[in-house]
T-cell receptor
Framework: AAGVIQSPRHLIKEKRETATLKCYPIPRHDTVYWYQQGPGQDPQFLISFYEKMQSDKGSIPDRFSAQQFSDYHSELNMSSLELGDSALYFC???????????FGSGTRLTVV | GESVGLHLPTLSVQEGDNSIINCAYSNSASDYFIWYKQESGKGPQFIIDIRSNMDKRQGQRVTVLLNKTVKHLSLQIAATQPGDSAVYFCAENSVNFGNEKLTFGTGTRLTIIP
């Protein structure tokens, strides 16, 4: 079965650089979520999209932005990277109505 | 504010024994809860879910119990195996102005001792 695809799997950037993370949800899922997970931490909600429109926003820095495209894939753009942005970034997709969420394998971002 | 948390950060269980992982939630309006398993470097993996109109749900070797009176959730894993070693998160699905959001609690690291 198709899963949530994230790319790249690993990314190393320097401070103040920009990073773009991509997420390809499961077909026919109408919602995409982005989470950030620091070392030893639980996943923190960043932002979500429903039918390509931003639906909710969590603790996402102003330096970060995201969008969902017409083909339903989503991108998380991160600018002016800081060392503290080093984390695992997960994308999840689901169908509204409480049918659960499927997570991708994540992108490990390391800022040096 | 909303919060979902776990009582114990670590749990060690002898292989073959049963394990119980607990979770407390604070948003009494939440109607859907999910348990996830996360192995090192991987994304959270769905284990089992339960809706608020139920108090128990069983899967293969796993059972989730929901006590709405005290806002408590637990995950029971029967006959634990080495592959069960992972971090387990409970998560609460909340709806805000029609938008759904999944809020994770603090994970519990389960270690199965051979």
């Amino acid at each position: 079965a198709a899963g949530v695809i994230q790319s790249p799997r690993h990314l190393i950037k320097e401070k103040r650089e920009t990073a773009t993370l991509k997420c390809y949800p499961i077909p026919r899922h109408d919602t995409v979520y982005w989470y950030q997970q620091g070392p030893g931490q639980d996943p923190q909600f960043l932002i979500s999209f429903y039918e390509k429109m931003q639906s909710d926003k969590g603790s996402i820095p102003d330096r970060f932005s995201a969008q969902q495209f017409s083909d339903y894939h989503s991108e998380l753009n991160m600018s002016s990277l800081e060392l503290g942005d080093s984390a695992l970034y997960f994308c999840a997709s689901g169908r509204t109505g409480g049918y659960g969420y499927t997570f991708g394998s994540g992108t490990r971002l390391t800022v040096v | 504010g909303e919060s979902v948390g776990l009582h114990l950060p670590t749990l060690s269980v002898q292989e073959g024994d049963n394990s119980i992982i607990n979770c407390a939630y604070s948003n009494s309006a939440s109607d859907y809860f999910i348990w996830y398993k996360q192995e090192s470097g991987k994304g959270p993996q769905f284990i089992i879910d339960i809706r608020s109109n139920m108090d128990k749900r069983q899967g293969q070797r796993v059972t989730v119990l929901l006590n709405k009176t005290v806002k408590h959730l637990s995950l029971q894993i029967a006959a634990t195996q080495p592959g069960d070693s992972a971090v387990y998160f409970c998560a609460e699905n909340s709806v805000n102005f029609g938008n759904e959001k999944l809020t994770f609690g603090t994970g519990t690291r389960l270690t199965i001792i051979p």
